[in-house]
């Protein structure tokens, strides 16, 4: 099943994870959002972080 997200009015996206709402607070996949703005997400394993940057085309 896909979600389908809007972000500040930009295209709407799919995602096979939905949000979650937990103590007030929205959980969202972070792809999804980067994706969105045409954008690039990678995991640093080492670092244990992720790292958004501009598409390399």
Same mark, same amino acid.
């Given at each position: 099943m896909f979600y389908h997200y809007k972000f500040f009015g930009c295209? $709407?996206?799919?995602? +096979?994870?939905?949000a979650v709402i937990r103590n007030g607070a929205i959980y969202m996949p972070l792809r999804a959002i980067v994706e969105t703005?045409? +954008?690039?997400a990678n $995991?640093?394993?080492? &670092?244990? &972080?992720?790292?958004v940057r501009l598409k390399q085309k």
């Open positions: 295209r $709407w996206k799919s995602c +096979l994870i939905n703005f045409d +954008l690039e $995991w640093d394993r080492m &670092n244990k &972080n992720v790292n």
